[in-house]
């Protein structure tokens, strides 16, 4: 019996991770007594179960999630949503509107036309039909300013970090209003591009090294550093 990889070591899809007496575990898979990775990932064990944590993967609704996303098309009841997720949205008129949409009075286009962005939250999502988004509670609507840019949807937690510890620091250090999408999309807006980029920048830095340790420091220093320069 031989586990074959180190913990939390970058495997990628067939690459052999442990041979003998091991169960497989979530993203893994075996043939006789040898188990494989089935994506790119991180390998990991308990005991005797071996299994892989994904490191790239696409968003999946949840109900309650708050989203960035982008108006693609516009029908009578609503606006369609592009959420980065296999489902596109639905944003209904009467929750835009507060009311019943009447097509002789109101003018969708007046309110959100194609491309625009909007915050806003999940409030229903089964898989048997297409997700339903708000706009109603506080904090959320129209995007008006900023650059939105889309990290990988599995790394959000790590960027807000422990009780937000994380993104409260790039804001503290850029001065940046940093607005966070659990579908992996992240708008930026700050006083000028100068710093706007610096935020961006550590963001893509968190997103590349969301598994290694000591993060926090490193992301402090190159705060430090890109500012000092």
Not at 28 to 45: C, K, W
Not at 75 to 93: C, E, H, Q, V
Not at 145 to 167: A, Y
Request: charged share 25%.
């Amino acid at each position: 019996m031989q586990y074959l990889v180190e913990k939390r070591q970058l495997v990628i899809p067939g690459e052999l991770l442990a041979e003998g007496d091991y169960k497989s575990g979530k993203n893994t898979y075996q043939e006789e007594n040898r188990i494989y990775s089935s994506l790119i990932g991180l390998a990991n064990h308990i005991e005797k179960n071996v299994f892989v944590v994904a490191i790239k993967t696409g968003y999946m609704p949840v109900v309650g999630d708050l989203v960035i996303g982008k108006v693609i098309d516009m029908r009578l009841s609503g606006w369609i949503i592009d959420i980065n997720a296999p489902y596109k949205a639905m944003l209904f008129t009467s929750d835009a509107f507060g009311r019943s949409f009447n097509a002789r009075k109101d003018e969708m286009s007046d309110f959100l036309k194609v491309g625009d962005l909007i915050f806003a939250k999940i409030s229903a999502f089964d898989r048997t039909r297409d997700p339903i988004v708000t706009i109603r509670d506080q904090g959320l609507g129209k995007v008006n300013r900023g650059h939105v840019i889309k990290i990988t949807s599995t790394k959000i937690p790590r960027l807000i970090g422990k009780k937000g510890s994380m993104v409260n620091m790039v804001k503290r250090e850029t001065g940046c209003q940093i607005t966070i999408g659990q579908n992996g999309l992240v708008l930026v807006s700050g006083k000028n591009v100068e710093v706007e980029a610096l935020a961006i920048l550590a963001i893509r830095t968190i997103e590349k090294n969301a598994h290694t340790l000591g993060l926090t420091d490193k992301i402090s220093n190159l705060l430090k550093k890109e500012e000092g320069d």
